[in-house]
């Protein structure tokens, strides 16, 4: 009998581990599709994973953001303040100025687009899905439909009524304006008024760093280097894993998975920690309106009335200068009873108890204040419930959604879009 060779046992048992992993792995993805109902595509990972790293991205204030070359330490950054709109991540973020200075044709049907960033998402991913509806609607050629983004992560009213206001002021005329918000209304204002600050100005965790004249106490100054070392860690995992195909394989994309989301959990507790450390401190802020002292219940109450009147203000400029408008309020998996939630949606539910307080209350609210649109005569449309009847996994954080529950929110705003631009 001839013995195998040393080097050929190596090489045998190689593959022999090889196969054995690609055979684990093909099982484990089984038990993702059958049992756990999740997409286990690279292309599903992989949105998992940048969702995650979002977090960081969207949380952050521009001026305490990584540098240029990817390394998370604080840089002075241009633009990050922005005297009508409370904060910007950088000047004309979306192009939407330089479109009506330089570009804009006379035969262009234009689409403005208002809120946060799941109205900033749709913008940008529903763009062909929109300009189709406007399209057929209007029985014009597509490429004459213009979908401009002036949504912004972490806006809320009345942030979107000033960004309209200044694009009309200086006589920028869309055809459409399309209002998609809710979320970020009673969400970050019951976390402004938990922190003191006013419920109506913007996100206290955007803006009020960017007016600050230091980054405060020893202690909030230890919790930054820990912001920074977490958004680094998370920042090279995602470059890391994506640069290297770690999404291709279901149980190491699973498993990265896991770190970022503990990475993100993290994240959230010493940034929601550092912020209360910073709203102590000495700082100009505390001289451009008295603090915050009601409760937050009560903070919830009045966004609820500010979403309602902000409203009537943008159908207000918008009737001025013959310009349709639409609004809907977006869904959020805080919202309870709304959504037969997953267990991957249960594990990417984890919000500041303020956000969760906020929804729970406040959402009713603005259903209840909502009721006055029809008398108003406003195209108000209640997109709350538009997951209810899906039952896979359509959230990837507590108020975002994957490549499906875009799509179908997508699709149900060019339904309304396309009816209301055919009359």
């Not at 000047?91 to 044709?105: A, I, M, P, S």
């Not at 998609?180 to 913007?202: C, K, Q, T």
Request: charged content about 25%; hydrophobic content about 35%.
């Amino acid at each position: 009998m001839t013995s195998i060779g040393k080097p050929k046992k190596i090489l045998f048992g190689l593959i022999s581990i090889f196969l054995l992993v690609i055979v684990a792995d093909s099982l484990f993805r089984g038990y993702l599709i059958l049992i756990r109902d999740r997409d286990t595509s690279p292309s599903s990972m992989e949105t998992r994973l940048r969702a995650h790293f979002d977090t960081f991205e969207s949380t952050t204030p521009s001026n305490l953001r990584g540098s240029e070359d990817g390394e998370s330490s604080p840089r002075a950054s241009s633009a990050t303040i922005h005297p009508f709109y409370g904060f910007e991540d950088r000047y004309d973020l979306h192009g939407v100025l330089r479109y009506f200075e330089q570009e804009r044709k006379e035969e262009d049907y234009v689409v403005v687009i208002l809120g946060g960033s799941v109205a900033s998402v749709q913008a940008n991913r529903q763009d062909n899905t929109f300009r189709a509806a406007v399209a057929g609607g209007r029985g014009i050629d597509e490429n004459q439909v213009k979908i401009l983004n002036s949504a912004h992560g972490a806006y809320k009213q009345p942030q979107q009524v000033m960004a309209l206001s200044f694009l009309l002021s200086q006589g920028f005329v869309p055809d459409v304006v399309i209002n998609i918000d809710g979320f970020n209304e009673v969400a970050i204002s019951a976390h402004n008024a938990s922190l003191g600050v006013r419920p109506e100005y913007p996100s206290v965790t955007m803006w009020e760093p960017l007016v600050k004249s230091g980054i405060g106490s020893p202690d909030s100054q230890e919790k930054l280097l820990t912001i920074f070392s977490l958004r680094k860690q998370a920042d090279r995992l995602l470059a890391n894993s994506l640069r290297f195909k770690a999404h291709y394989s279901a149980m190491l994309g699973t498993y990265i998975d896991s770190l970022m989301r503990r990475l993100r959990h993290n994240y959230l507790r010493n940034y929601s920690e550092w912020i209360a450390e910073l709203a102590k401190a000495p700082t100009p802020s505390k001289n451009l309106a008295p603090p915050y002292t009601s409760d937050v219940k009560n903070a919830i109450a009045s966004s609820a009335d500010l979403w309602f009147e902000s409203s009537l203000t943008l159908k207000s400029l918008c009737d001025g200068r013959s310009i349709e408008y639409l609004h809907f309020l977006q869904p959020t998996l805080l919202d309870p009873g709304k959504k037969e939630l997953t267990e991957d949606e249960e594990e990417v539910g984890d919000a500041l108890p303020e956000w969760t307080e906020g929804v729970k209350i406040g959402y009713p609210l603005l259903l209840s204040r909502s009721k006055e649109f029809p008398g108003k005569n406003i195209s108000f449309f209640d997109c709350s419930g538009i997951f209810q009847k899906t039952k896979k996994t359509l959230y990837i954080d507590c108020c975002h959604y994957n490549t499906m529950g875009n799509d179908i929110l997508g699709a149900f705003i060019a339904a309304q879009l396309g009816k209301v631009v055919s009359q």
